[in-house]
């Protein structure tokens, strides 16, 4: 069985200071990892997303991720943030392969502040 | 890009009612879809996968006869919440797969549902 552990329930920044949400999954068979940020009372936008190949995955809105299989992590990083990146951000990891079944992390809101 | 249209967005019904809520992908053919319930400040959590034209698959601990899934068309994915209760007040988001089996995972907006 798969599971996600999202490490911060609150990251507060100030904006334009970099920021680094941490994510770390565990699971016995290959997986597909995924960060999606979600504005109040909408969906989930994906930023990025790891099914294979190189580790360091760059996504939209200047978002990035490192796949670290030894630690088993995924954590999103952006170097420099913006007020409207203020958002809840969730780390999720496919079930079995299926990327359409997804576990989620409990979440990280991200706080940023003039 | 493909979008995912979830409707209605908000939904207020009483007590012992049913309500039903439309997800469709309005540019691209999706024969599987998900539904997802987040609680308040919690995590998404998967309740069903709907594949076009045959039966809903349920998660453990998600009634199929409380959250009945009809998928009757490529592009149209419906999720009633029968007989609802105040507990079954939830923000409601359904996602779509769009192409391979390693396509992207499209969400809709989501749907808040009160149930008083």
């Known amino acids: 069985a798969q599971s996600v552990t999202q490490l911060d329930s609150q990251v507060p920044v100030f904006e334009e200071a970099p920021v680094e949400l941490r994510c770390n999954y565990s699971s016995s068979v290959s997986v597909y990892l995924f960060w999606y940020v979600q504005y109040p009372n909408q969906g989930l936008q994906l930023l990025l997303k790891y099914l294979s190949g190189s580790t360091l995955v760059k996504g939209i809105n200047g978002f990035e991720a490192e796949f670290n299989k030894s630690q088993t992590s995924f954590h999103l990083r952006k170097p420099s943030v913006h007020i409207s990146d203020t958002a809840e951000y969730f780390c999720?990891?496919?079930?079995?392969?299926?990327?359409?079944?997804?576990?989620f992390g409990q979440g990280t809101t991200l706080q940023v502040k003039p | 890009g493909a979008v995912v249209s979830q409707h209605p967005s908000w939904v207020i019904c009483k007590s012992g009612t049913s309500v039903k809520i439309e997800c469709r992908s309005l540019d691209f053919q999706a024969t599987t879809m998900f539904w997802y319930r987040q609680f308040p400040k919690q995590s998404l959590m998967l309740m069903a996968t709907s594949n076009e034209g045959s039966k809903a698959t349920y998660e453990q601990g998600v009634e199929k006869d409380k959250f009945l899934i009809n998928h009757a068309s490529l592009t149209l994915s419906t999720l009633t919440v029968t007989s609802a209760h105040p507990e079954d007040s939830s923000f409601y988001i359904c996602?779509?797969?769009?192409?391979?089996?390693?396509?992207?995972?499209?969400f809709g907006n989501g749907t808040r549902l009160t149930v008083t």
């Open positions: 999720a990891v496919s079930r079995g392969g299926n990327t359409g079944k997804l576990i």
């Open positions: 996602s779509a797969l769009g192409g391979p089996y390693n396509s992207p995972l499209h």
